[in-house]
């Protein structure tokens, strides 16, 4: 089964998908996290893309495409879930393109549907577990008091350069402008279903299981 979770920034679309790797053995394929990888390891293109990100603003078709390209190619796992891909129509093309050449279905394409007031207090509270990835919420789900991450111990946890009132604008016209377009597009294809992303974690994850016919 492969899946798209979509949803402007701070929806959850990665807490969700966690939940997914975890419970049905999916691969997750968080574009934003590939790049966030580039850019810390220093290779040419994690350098390019630095800048772009920090700003909020997309990064290039032919980057994020030659990334998922590589990832659906190597083929793992019990489906993919993809994460913040595709953004552009451009990226949705190339996404059922690649799919079709690899003998694969779209199952479902899953909006998260949130209000832009709660978006920036989620995303200003955010950290994540820098060794795992678990992500974390001042408000909504603290760091353990012993300073070591609930999933795997380590204490290194982070807060995303991009996570900040300025560049989350810039994200969410971003998202508005070229990504939110798509929802129509995956309405019209027959493949689109709506959650409440302001329902609590569980609620939604509930929701989630209900789409994929749990
Ligand atoms: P990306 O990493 O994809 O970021 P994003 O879309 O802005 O989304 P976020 O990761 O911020 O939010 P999320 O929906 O995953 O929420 P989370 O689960 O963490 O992209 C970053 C950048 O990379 C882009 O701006 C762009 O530059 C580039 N990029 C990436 N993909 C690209 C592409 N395809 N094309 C071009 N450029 C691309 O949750 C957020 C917080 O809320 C957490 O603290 C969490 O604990 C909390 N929370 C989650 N769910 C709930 C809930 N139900 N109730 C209460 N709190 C909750
Ligand atoms: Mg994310």
Request: negative net charge.
């Amino acid at each position: 089964m492969n899946i798209i979770l979509m949803g402007p920034p701070g929806a959850g679309k990665g807490t969700q998908a966690r939940h997914l790797v975890e419970t049905r053995g999916m691969v997750q394929l968080s574009t934003g996290d590939m790049l966030r990888e580039a850019k810390d390891s220093g290779t040419e293109m994690g350098r390019v893309v630095a800048g772009v990100m920090a700003r909020g603003e997309l990064v290039t078709d032919e980057i994020v495409i030659g990334l998922i390209r590589e990832k659906i190619e190597a083929g793992q796992g019990d489906g993919f879930i993809f994460d913040g891909f595709p953004r552009t129509l451009a990226q949705a093309d190339a996404l059922t393109e690649l799919l079709e050449a690899t003998g694969q279905a779209l199952d479902a394409v899953i909006e998260m549907e949130v209000d832009d007031e709660a978006l920036v207090a989620r995303i200003t509270a955010r950290s994540t577990c820098g060794a795992c990835g678990e992500v974390y919420n001042d408000a909504t789900k603290p760091q353990p008091a012993d300073g070591k991450c609930s999933n795997c111990g380590a204490s290194d946890f982070k807060r995303r350069a991009d996570d900040n009132e300025g560049s989350l604008r810039t994200r969410l016209m971003e998202y508005y402008k070229k990504t939110s377009p798509l929802i129509g597009y995956y309405y019209a294809k027959g493949d689109l279903a709506k959650v409440d992303g302001l329902a609590d974690i569980e609620t939604v994850q509930a929701s989630i299981a209900e789409v994929l016919g749990d």
